[in-house]
């Protein structure tokens, strides 16, 4: 069975600053995609950027990059020029490759970000 | 565009009570899931349909069953609830089922349940 660890329960960072959240995952598949979902306090789970496990170039969006390690089974996320909007909970996701839509979710990591 | 809505966005039941949750996707989107998020926790996966047939079952109780209609949209309904089932419950609609590429899951904003 797939796992997702998310080791970091709660992070911080100065406004305009980096911070960069961990996510470690075990799977035997070697297809797959990884995710990164925002949820605000408002409770929607927004998708922040998608990996695929094939392709090894990293992904980004805007100010959000990934850092994937396939070998080391690690995918973190990096928030560039950080905003007081990206405080919110952040959840690491694994969805295998075929016929399935499950995710399979870490315990998440909450955002502070102070002005 | 209408995103995935749920319904009611709260709600309140006593122990041994029956809920039904309901999801409309996203038009176009034929593949439902549902999620049980409790306090603090990443959410769970409890049921995947799509074109009315369930086509996945996360490790829940044969108390939580779940249907599609004809138009897409999903119930999901819950049996002699316990204490432990107040959660938020999350329905994520797709516009295929498990597809390659961009079949990205749009989320709706959840039902909040509370079992006193």
């Known amino acids: 069975a797939q796992t997702v660890t998310q080791s970091q329960p709660e992070m911080s960072v100065q406004e305009a600053e980096t911070v960069t959240l961990s996510c470690t995952y075990d799977t035997s598949e070697s297809d797959y995609y990884l995710f990164w979902y925002k949820q605000p306090p408002s409770r929607q789970m927004i998708l922040v950027i998608r990996q695929e496990a094939y392709k090894q170039q990293n992904a980004t969006e805007n100010r959000f990059s990934v850092n994937f390690q396939k070998a080391a089974k690690s995918f973190s996320l990096k928030i560039s020029d950080s905003q007081l909007g990206d405080a919110a909970m952040y959840f690491c996701?694994?969805?295998?490759?075929?016929?399935?839509?499950?995710?399979?979710f870490g315990t998440g990591t909450r955002l502070q970000v102070f002005p | 565009d209408a995103g995935v809505t749920q319904s009611p966005t709260h709600l309140i039941k006593t122990r041994g009570q029956q809920v039904t949750l309901r999801c409309s996707p996203i038009s176009g989107h034929k593949s439902v899931s549902w999620y049980q998020q409790v306090l603090g926790q990443g959410p769970q996966f409890i049921f995947q349909y799509y074109e009315k047939e369930e086509r996945g079952r996360g490790n829940f109780p044969d108390r939580f069953s779940a249907r599609q209609f004809p138009n897409y949209s999903s119930e999901l309904n819950v049996n002699a609830l316990l204490l432990g089932d107040s959660a938020l419950y999350l329905c994520a609609s797709s516009p295929t089922l498990g597809a390659r590429g961009p079949n990205e899951q749009f989320f709706g904003p959840g039902t909040r349940l509370t079992v006193l």
């Open positions: 996701a694994y969805r295998s490759a075929i016929n399935t839509d499950k995710l399979i």
